[in-house]
């Protein structure tokens, strides 16, 4: 019985899974939470036991079926997804028109779903142009092609590519530790994960999409086969340009030639743009990010803080590039000091880029750190996975229409993020914490 008792929370997991595919509601924070709980507890009772190929394949998908056929409840960003793919299938530009200009237009006698999408999208998406490159754009497109004229076919083919993204990074994970001689149960911190699988699967969020690009990379790399792998290492850029932070370490790995056939690829794919948004709406909408969003942020808001105590008033556009800056010059030394030689290193270090950029934003939805527990899976860090079990917290935020952040919260999930890092990353931090 104590052999197979971790089938019991595999059970519970899937009537947890059920109820946040068609049951919770983003505003409702006590209910979520509840559901968080029972998820996050049951993954740690069974991550550890599940120890084959074939049973962390099994319960990824089924897990992943539960959502299936549930509307996302907690982002509204799938709609935007929508609209950009139903606008390139019909031929028009997405990169050059806001929605509320387009919907003055026939363009309802055009597109019949133009209307319907567009009442579900949100104020801030339909006040800036759209923010997804090209490549990702392509996906959106597939999306529209085979959903045809229907919002809720349009959501199902989106979530297959998720899906079908997201068994890849899986497969390829798995070939990647069994070559490490690494155990199967680490790919369970990304495969079963309550955080990716809500995330990624039930709330469509590409950076599924992305982090196939990148762990096909890194297997082909670990394989030497170097110039495939940079040309999906140029791949894993084009569909969110985040990793872009990571050529300068690649460059340090493998020399000028893999950076520059990923840079030339992601360039080749990423070049639409110039012709798409002649105006620059595109990088406007880019710089929007840094210079007017703020969400679950670390030492922004204390910075933000200090800003508010000295004159008054919000520094956000001032401090937001200024942080972005220092990160890119931390990253930057990261990537020319690191020892990359040996893989696992190799991936500390990538995972030690994505949070010096993810400390330092401005801006931190939950679905950003996905990439972090997948990196986690191969580097051997935990500090991605403790960052999945409090991140939670941030949808705290959503309870009602005033969009108000707790500070004690954000106090809880950074105390124990950054607890995590100085243990894994500080000789200090292993120090003070093996004298406790």
């Not at 080749?268 to 948004?277: E, Q, Y």
Request: net charge positive.
């Amino acid at each position: 019985m104590k052999k197979h008792s971790h089938y019991l929370f595999i059970a519970i997991s899937l009537i947890a899974y059920y109820f946040m595919a068609f049951d919770a509601q983003r505003e409702n924070f006590q209910e979520l939470m509840f559901i968080f709980i029972v998820l996050f507890s049951s993954f740690f009772f069974f991550w550890k036991k599940i120890n084959t190929t074939g049973e962390i394949m099994l319960w990824s998908v089924a897990f992943r079926l539960v959502f299936l056929l549930a509307l996302p409840a907690f982002s509204d960003d799938y709609f935007r997804f929508i609209w950009d793919g139903q606008l390139l299938i019909h031929s028009y530009n997405p990169f050059n028109h806001l929605p509320p200009e387009l919907m003055t237009t026939d363009l309802q006698r055009h597109i019949p779903l133009s209307a319907e999408v567009y009442s579900h999208i949100n104020s801030l998406q339909r006040s800036n142009y759209t923010c997804y490159p090209p490549f990702n754009q392509l996906f959106f497109a597939i999306a529209a092609f085979f959903g045809g004229n229907s919002i809720f076919g349009n959501m199902i083919a989106l979530r297959v590519i998720i899906i079908l993204a997201d068994v890849g990074s899986i497969y390829f994970g798995l070939k990647i530790l069994k070559k490490l001689n690494k155990p199967v149960s680490a790919m369970a911190i990304f495969a079963l994960n309550p955080l990716v699988i809500n995330e990624l699967t039930g709330n469509l969020h590409f950076e599924g999409v992305m982090i196939f690009f990148l762990v096909v990379g890194l297997y082909l790399l670990l394989h030497n086969k170097n110039k495939i792998s940079s040309i999906f290492i140029g791949l894993t850029a084009s569909v969110k340009l985040l990793p872009l932070i990571l050529l300068p370490l690649f460059y340090k790995k493998k020399g000028f030639v893999f950076a520059f056939i990923s840079g030339l690829v992601f360039l080749m794919l990423f070049s639409p743009v110039f012709f798409l948004s002649p105006t620059g709406n595109f990088y406007r909408s880019i710089l929007i990010y840094f210079h007017s969003f703020e969400f679950n942020a670390s030492i922004f808001y204390i910075f933000r803080g200090l800003g508010l105590w000295i004159v008054g008033y919000d520094l956000v556009g001032i401090i937001g590039p200024v942080l972005a800056l220092v990160s890119l010059l931390l990253i930057l030394r990261v990537s020319f000091k690191s020892q990359t030689n040996d893989f696992v290193a190799f991936t500390r270090s990538l995972l030690l880029c994505f949070l010096i950029y993810f400390s330092f934003a401005t801006t931190i939805h939950p679905w950003y750190i996905v990439t972090l527990l997948m990196l986690s899976v191969f580097s051997g860090n935990y500090t991605p996975l403790a960052w999945s079990a409090v991140i939670w917290l941030s949808y705290y935020t959503y309870r009602d229409s005033t969009f108000t952040e707790n500070p004690w919260l954000l106090v809880i999930e950074y105390t124990v993020v950054y607890a995590f890092l100085l243990v894994e990353y500080t000789n200090f931090g292993k120090r003070f914490f093996a004298g406790i």
